[in-house]
């Protein structure tokens, strides 16, 4: 169909990025068996959560949570070049997935810095608020320049896009979209892009080199493109997740990534099993080798942290590192942890009031009967509002990732002791310049969400 087609024959964003985790989710359920048996293990416990907590059931039914949880994924992706990065942005792009956040995990010795693919409105967050980790080697940081210079050329040979994706990509920055047939062969041109591959591009000895020097920079490097390492499902009780993974055949991390267990989860933790060891076969026909990168992931999410907020969850979480330099892998680390915590607020009502935490403010049924009576009231009555039963306050889900989480899942399916130490090296306007924009302030982005609800409740409430 021609660019001159009419944005009503159009498909939306939305149901573009739909169409794509679902279809990716069948692949990796196929590569990967374990995935299939996480997710199963999952809805499990997320039925079960459901059945015995109606006050949660209620609440996120109210907030529209329960039609987004089945299908809520993340993914991650590892790209070795800037070109990489920048169509990817693009790619993104078409299923309404932004920009957001920059991590730099080389303070952990994981030579890539990262975004966050996803959509950014509130409305599209409920729609299916998929979102893609994604990091980008950091060339620099391989110490031998034989080798750095070795594993440029290697990547400039590559494209890991298709002739097809590319069109289509191009198609809907010139058309503003894709008709439903475009969208579908955008879906199946794409999911080319995030396919396991078992033939190296190198041969045993240069996968070897790049392995000694890091196994990312071998994952990244010496494949034909950027696999899908793993893809996320939400549970609503990670510890009976973590409990229950044994129990399913699958080898689960020992320690659940993030903040302790809490009545009100804050936050992101994160739990996984541990990366396959797959055969591969190698460009000089030496034989197999054995590759590990792929695994599969479990995530809890919480209410999104104000920057007050952040600043005393960063404060406590060094407190409980600082005590032991074995860090997560200390014996008694779950107990310090916790302990730790108890300097965090633990309700809802505590977190909203110290603002340390997102809200968004709705009105209630009462408050629904009292829309346009109530003259002006200003912001600072929403706590006699909220006690008066007219205005409720549901927790606003942080949809982003953890630097200190994401690393420590990094390196727990990376050869478990390995820990290569590079200095923290934040290069967030080089990411941007090879990205090709800015990244969103994930935190500005909560702000701006629950600064609209208030503007709206009290809209309303004016009449």
């Given at each position: 169909m021609s660019s001159s087609c009419s944005s009503s024959a159009f498909v939306s964003t939305n149901e573009i990025r739909h169409r794509f985790s679902s279809a990716m989710s069948?692949?990796?359920?196929?590569?990967?068996?374990q995935y299939g048996t996480l997710v199963d293990l999952v809805a499990d416990i997320n039925a079960q959560v459901l059945q015995e907590d109606a006050a949660l059931r209620a609440a996120m039914q109210e907030a529209g949570e329960i039609e987004r949880l089945g299908v809520e994924r993340h993914g991650a992706i590892r790209v070795g070049t800037a070109a990489e990065l920048s169509t990817m942005r693009r790619l993104f792009a078409v299923m309404g997935m932004e920009p957001v956040g920059y991590y730099d995990l080389s303070v952990a010795g994981v030579p890539v810095h990262s975004t966050a693919f996803r959509p950014v409105s509130d409305e599209a967050l409920l729609a299916n608020p998929f979102r893609v980790f994604t990091s980008l080697l950091r060339l620099e940081l391989i110490a031998d320049p034989e080798l750095r210079a070795k594993?440029?050329?290697?990547?400039?040979?590559?494209?890991?896009?298709?002739?097809g994706a590319l069109a289509l990509i191009a198609q809907f920055e010139s058309a503003g979209g894709l008709t439903s047939e475009q969208a579908d062969e955008f879906v199946r041109q794409a999911l080319?892009?995030?396919?396991?591959?078992?033939?190296?591009t190198v041969d045993a000895e240069t996968y070897a080199a790049l392995l000694k020097a890091h196994r990312l920079i071998s994952d990244v490097v010496c494949f034909?493109?950027?696999?899908?390492?793993?893809?996320t499902p939400r549970t609503l009780d990670i510890d009976a997740a973590q409990q229950a993974m044994p129990q399913r055949g699958i080898a689960a991390k020992d320690v659940v990534e993030g903040p302790p267990r809490r009545a009100c989860p804050i936050l992101l933790r994160q739990t996984?099993?541990?990366?396959?060891?797959?055969?591969?076969?190698?460009?000089?026909?030496?034989?197999?080798?054995?590759?590990?990168?792929?695994?599969?992931?479990?995530?809890?999410?919480?209410v999104a942290l104000t920057r007050k907020g952040r600043a005393l969850y960063d404060t406590l979480l060094a407190k409980v590192r600082s005590m032991d330099s074995a860090g997560s892998a200390a014996p008694d680390y779950e107990a310090r942890l916790a302990a730790a915590f108890g300097d965090f607020p633990d309700t809802h009502d505590a977190l909203r009031r110290e603002g340390l935490a997102f809200y968004r403010y709705s009105l209630t049924p009462q408050g629904e009967a009292k829309r346009g009576q109530l003259g002006a009231p200003a912001e600072a009555d929403l706590d006699a509002l909220i006690?008066?039963?007219?205005?409720?306050?549901?927790?606003?889900?942080?949809?982003?990732?953890?630097?200190?989480?994401?690393?420590?899942?990094?390196?727990?399916?990376?050869?478990?002791?390995?820990?290569?130490?590079?200095?923290?090296?934040?290069?967030?306007?080089?990411?941007?310049?090879?990205?090709?924009?800015?990244?969103h302030d994930e935190i500005a982005?909560?702000?701006?969400?629950?600064?609209?609800?208030i503007e709206q409740v009290l809209a309303q409430l004016k009449g």
């Open positions: 069948e692949m990796y359920r196929l590569e990967v068996p594993a440029q050329a290697i990547l400039a040979k590559r494209n890991i896009f298709t002739e080319e892009t995030f396919r396991w591959h078992s033939e190296a034909r493109g950027p696999h899908i390492n793993h893809l996984s099993f541990k990366a396959l060891e797959e055969k591969i076969r190698f460009a000089d026909d030496t034989g197999a080798g054995a590759h590990t990168a792929r695994f599969g992931e479990i995530e809890q999410r919480g006690s008066q039963g007219l205005v409720r306050a549901d927790a606003i889900i942080y949809e982003d990732f953890l630097p200190v989480s994401a690393a420590g899942i990094f390196q727990s399916n990376l050869g478990g002791q390995e820990q290569k130490q590079y200095e923290a090296n934040a290069a967030q306007q080089a990411f941007e310049a090879d990205l090709g924009a800015s990244v982005l909560y702000a701006d969400a629950q600064q609209r609800s």
